[in-house]
Nanobody
């Protein structure tokens, strides 16, 4: 099973940027579809974006502002967040699931992932 550790969270002003990292160990991420989720206080954990064999895909709320990438040699996935808004404040989690299909499957539900990191706090001040 792959282990995931997020880093890069912090406090930023509205309009600013942060880059989150998700470092994997135990297995190579090249065989995994991966995603980012977030959970704000009192709210359900929600899908932010994902990356599979063919594409990256995003929730409407972050489309055009957030970018997901992965470096298989470093076994790390990234979330570049630009034009941050106070409503982006949340704990951000990375997630992974094995995917050998090489299809353009969009995994957007929590139940579709079976490995999770511990989360990193992102706070955007107005």
């Amino acid at each position: 099973q792959v282990q995931l550790v997020e880093s890069g969270g912090g406090l930023v002003q509205a309009g600013g940027s942060l880059r989150l990292s998700c470092a994997a160990s135990g297995r190579t991420i090249s065989a995994y579809a991966m995603g980012w989720f977030r959970q704000a206080p009192g709210k359900e954990r929600e899908f932010v974006g994902g990356i599979n064999w063919k594409s990256t895909y995003y929730a409407d709320s972050v489309k055009g502002r957030f970018t997901i990438s992965r470096d298989n040699e470093k076994n790390t996935m990234y979330l570049q967040m630009n034009s941050l808004k106070p409503e982006d404040t949340a704990v951000y989690y990375c997630a992974a699931r094995l995917d050998y299909s090489e299809l353009d499957t969009l995994f957007q539900r929590r139940a579709e992932y079976d490995a999770w990191g511990q989360g990193t706090q992102v706070t955007v001040s107005s």
